[in-house]
């Protein structure tokens, strides 16, 4: 199947540093996915994106999909405590039943020291 | 709206019991999905419906049933329960291309049941 490879798997920061993240894959996909998931809690997604070279924001996150379609990279910028947390990239294929399915990456954790 | 809502949120079960996770959703989402949380190994996909009465398997779908008789539900049924069948199980349900926007494709997650199998 599909994988997804996801760096760094874990980050140390201090507060206020920005963060930076990506995923890459063997093959291509239509629709790149971020999300954060906080202890106990599901995934929430945190940005969507829908078109090779798309860069989208949302507040101090800022997302890209590769021109290729084969990567994504996440930033978060000045970060704060409550930024902790498990980062994940999926990727999803359109057409048919692809839409129902998810690759995910194996996350990376975030740490932000005060 | 509750989103998506899973229960049991925490299960011990013995080898070799069944059981059914629930799932359901009031956002009138087409897709649904469950995936098992293993720690280093991401979300991994167990089985997933495109609507009622359709379902398909994912990565990892051994040793699980489900079945779409309602747009809201979505049980995920353990046969026989196995040490190797402990992990967190999430339920997830999305908008179709169908039902969409174009720009609403991405996943809501339920908060998760967490099982273990001794």
């Known amino acids: 199947g599909q994988q997804l490879n996801q760096s760094p798997q874990s980050m140390f920061i201090q507060e206020g540093e920005d963060v930076s993240m990506n995923c890459t894959s063997s093959?291509?996909?239509?629709?790149w996915l971020w999300y954060k998931q906080d202890p106990g809690e599901g995934p929430v997604l945190l940005i969507a994106l829908y078109k090779a070279g798309e860069l989208t924001s949302n507040g101090r996150l800022t997302a890209q999909f590769g021109i290729t379609r084969k990567d994504s990279f996440l930033n978060i910028s000045a970060s704060i405590p409550s930024d902790v947390g498990i980062y994940f990239c999926?990727?999803?294929?359109?057409?048919?039943?692809?839409?129902?399915?998810?690759?995910f990456g194996q996350g990376t954790i975030l740490t932000v020291h005060p | 709206n509750a989103g998506v809502t899973q229960t049991p949120k925490f299960q011990v079960l013995k080898t070799g019991q069944s059981m059914t996770l629930q799932c359901a959703q009031d956002m009138n989402h087409e897709y649904m999905s469950w995936y098992r949380q293993d720690p280093g190994m991401g979300l991994r996909l167990i089985h997933y419906?495109?609507?009622?009465?359709?379902?398909d398997q994912g990565e990892v779908p051994n040793g699980y049933n489900v079945s779409r008789s309602t747009t809201e539900d979505f049980p995920l049924r353990l046969l026989s329960a196995a040490p190797s069948q402990t992990s967190v199980y999430f339920c997830?349900?999305?908008?179709?291309?169908?039902?969409?926007?174009?720009?609403?494709?991405?996943?809501?997650f339920g908060s998760g049941t967490r099982l273990t199998v001794v």
């Open positions: 093959s291509i996909f239509n629709t």
């Open positions: 997830a349900s999305s908008y179709s291309p169908r039902t969409g926007d174009g720009s609403n494709y991405g996943y809501t």
């Open positions: 419906s495109v609507g009622a009465g359709i379902t």
């Open positions: 999926a990727g999803q294929l359109r057409g048919g039943t692809s839409y129902g399915k998810l690759t």
